[in-house]
């Protein structure tokens, strides 16, 4: 259902990616996309659940061809609206599609780079990564990428934040083997937190691990703006801590988010 994200929509920018977290832990993801999309490597890049199309952009800004897709009508249209006021409409092409649905989405193309940016994955269930990860293994070019930025059953943050204030059960909410209800204006969705080692073995038949890193260790979630509107100092001491040892794979179950990055295993030859 993409109604609740279709409700989203209006706010998301001014919620999450214009805050000064959202920015933050997005500002993570830019850097370590900026290593992978040197100049000499490939750069067609298919998007899942791109949102309001803020990485869409950043990667057309980059050079990369951009397939931007979301489930959300709502999304697309700020995608592209959003789009429009740049000059990178001709490097980005914007369409609906269902994660779920990916293996006959745009059959014959390939791409060099499947990207998966702030919880897209947490919108499905285990069983549907296994289906998402071979229909990605048809859509990528030979040695081509996955990189998926998602969130785990843990986070010392939101931990340590709630069991501070006595609220145990919401310290520990990511902590189950059930889907997670998320209610907003009246609808509701499911939310499935996955640790990167299960997240890894639905994608290893085809996949080979890159690396993974942690995106919100030191930097706090994002709900936590408020609390953090005049404590800005502090902020940009916990982003220099996650950028210090952003390059340890260490704190990556226990963040806010994370991001992983597996590449296509060669394909054997048929004898
Ligand atoms: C938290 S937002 C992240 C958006 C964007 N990637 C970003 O970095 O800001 C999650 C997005 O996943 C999309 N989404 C959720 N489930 C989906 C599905 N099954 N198929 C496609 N998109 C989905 C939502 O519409 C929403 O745009």
């Not at 998402?132 to 931990?159: H, Q, T, Y």
């Not at 073995?201 to 930097?219: C, E």
């Amino acid at each position: 259902m993409s109604v609740v994200f279709d409700q989203m929509a209006p706010s998301y920018d001014e919620v999450f990616s214009s805050s000064p977290i959202g920015k933050m832990q997005r500002d993570r993801v830019w850097k370590y996309m900026d290593e992978v999309i040197t100049s000499d490597n490939p750069r067609k890049v298919l998007e899942l659940n791109c949102g309001t199309g803020e990485d869409a952009i950043y990667l057309a800004a980059k050079g990369c061809s951009v397939l931007a897709t979301d489930y959300s009508p709502a999304m697309l249209e700020a995608t592209t609206s959003k789009l429009a006021a740049t000059e990178f409409e001709g490097r980005v092409r914007v369409s609906e599609l269902d994660i779920t649905e990916l293996s006959s989405f745009h059959a014959d193309e390939k791409f060099d780079i499947v990207f998966s940016n702030f919880g897209g994955l947490n919108c499905i269930s285990r069983e549907e990564l296994k289906t998402l990860a071979d229909a990605a293994a048809e859509k990528l070019n030979p040695r081509g990428r996955f990189i998926a930025v998602v969130m785990p059953k843990f986070c010392m943050w939101e931990f340590l934040y709630f069991v501070g204030r006595l609220q145990f059960r919401k310290g520990l909410r990511r902590l189950t083997a059930s889907p997670v209800p998320f209610e907003f204006n009246g609808s509701h969705i499911s939310i499935s937190y996955h640790n990167p080692k299960p997240l890894f073995s639905a994608f290893s038949q085809n996949f080979q691990l890159k690396s993974k890193a942690a995106v919100g260790f030191f930097i706090p979630p994002s709900y936590l703006n408020s609390f953090f509107r005049k404590k800005r100092r502090w902020l940009r001491s916990l982003s220099k801590l996650e950028n210090f040892f952003g390059r340890l794979s260490y704190g990556a179950s226990a963040a806010d988010h994370y991001l992983i990055d597996m590449e296509l295993k060669p394909r054997r030859a048929t004898p």
